[in-house]
């Protein structure tokens, strides 16, 4: 039977979009991120018979169960839960998937962003962005993906010394090309993540805050050229760098190509390479992928621009 709260949904079924985004940008650990022109779409519809419906199409589709361990139902149903105090429901998700899985392209987030957005506009936006960014870092830890596939655009995130979470969204100056090469292999963030040193040398830490800081004054001012020192860094890829083979090499090929730089998406495997927005991104692309090939790697590559508008809804 349908509770009070379901009875006066104005519409119970909603379809949102969420980029793919790119997290740590080089020196930007656990920090910066952008979203990119490539989506997720998933259609939720509130339902009277408690339970979950599933159907996958694309990424996932073979392994994606209907449980409320699956962070498209879960991230609902804790806004849901939140708001009309656990009302129950059944929730039926129809998910068009291209954004890959365990790649660094930022697939969780998308789910977990999914959810949220959804519930929140199918209750009558209750909750504004800032708290659905709250509860999204919440379940994914930190915000460096979330900020950006709620918001769109290139963003910084950051807890504050009370541990709040807060973002901020920068105008890229220049427009970019980013040029996503992605390994047939997948990586889990937490084995990523299981790589990283507890400490690092004072002077790499100087290393990335002032490349970060650099990153930031050329994005904001359109110097491209600085990015292939800005994107330099020393926290995470020099610890990461054998888990994706050939790294190194990819990364040659894509400057070779006339990228500007590239980096490990996220925790990986993807590599993403920074470029001027008049390269020719098939040719990055196809030079990245030769290099993953050539260690015995299979690879494809997305030819993407910076997503500017995050989540939203699509449908009604
Ligand atoms: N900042 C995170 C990491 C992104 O590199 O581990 C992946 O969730």
């Not at 059944?90 to 790649?103: D, H, W, Y």
């Not at 957005?117 to 960014?133: F, M, Q, R, V, W």
């Not at 596939?149 to 963003?155: D, I, R, S, T």
Request: proline share 5%; hydrophobic share 45%.
């Amino acid at each position: 039977m349908e509770g009070a709260y379901q009875a006066a949904l104005p519409a119970k079924k909603i379809t949102v979009r969420v980029p793919a985004t790119s997290a740590n940008c080089g020196p930007g650990f656990d920090c910066m991120g952008l979203a990119l022109t490539y989506y997720n779409i998933t259609t939720y519809e509130v339902t009277d018979e408690p339970g979950f419906k599933l159907q996958v199409r694309g990424e996932g589709a073979d392994t994606l169960k209907p449980h409320g361990r699956n962070l498209a139902f879960a991230s609902f149903l804790r806004l849901w839960n939140k708001y009309t105090g656990g009302e129950r429901i059944g929730l039926k998700a129809e998910m068009v998937n291209n954004i890959p899985l365990s790649r660094g392209l930022g697939s969780s987030s998308s789910a977990i962003v999914a959810g949220l957005y959804a519930a929140n506009k199918i209750l009558g936006s209750p909750y504004d962005k800032e708290t659905l960014l709250a509860m999204a870092t919440e379940i994914e830890g930190h915000p460096d993906n979330v900020a950006p596939a709620l918001y769109g655009g290139f963003v910084v995130g950051y807890k504050d010394a009370e541990g709040e979470v807060h973002s901020l969204k920068l105008k890229i100056a220049a427009p970019l090309k980013f040029i996503a090469a992605v390994p047939e292999r997948k990586l889990s963030t937490a084995l990523a993540r299981q790589a990283l040193p507890k400490t690092v040398p004072h002077a790499d830490a100087v290393f990335n805050s002032s490349h970060a800081a650099l990153l930031t004054a050329a994005l904001l001012s359109g110097r491209g050229e600085l990015l292939g020192e800005a994107l330099k860094d020393k926290l995470h890829q020099p610890y990461r760098a054998h888990l994706i083979p050939g790294l190194q090499k990819v990364f040659d090929a894509a400057q070779k190509a006339g990228a500007y730089q590239a980096i490990i998406s996220g925790a990986g495997s993807t590599v993403l390479a920074y470029a001027p927005a008049a390269a020719d991104g098939a040719a990055i692309g196809e030079a990245m992928c030769a290099a993953f090939r050539a260690e015995g790697e299979a690879c494809r590559y997305h030819v993407l621009s910076l997503d500017e508008e995050g989540a939203k809804a699509i449908e009604p």
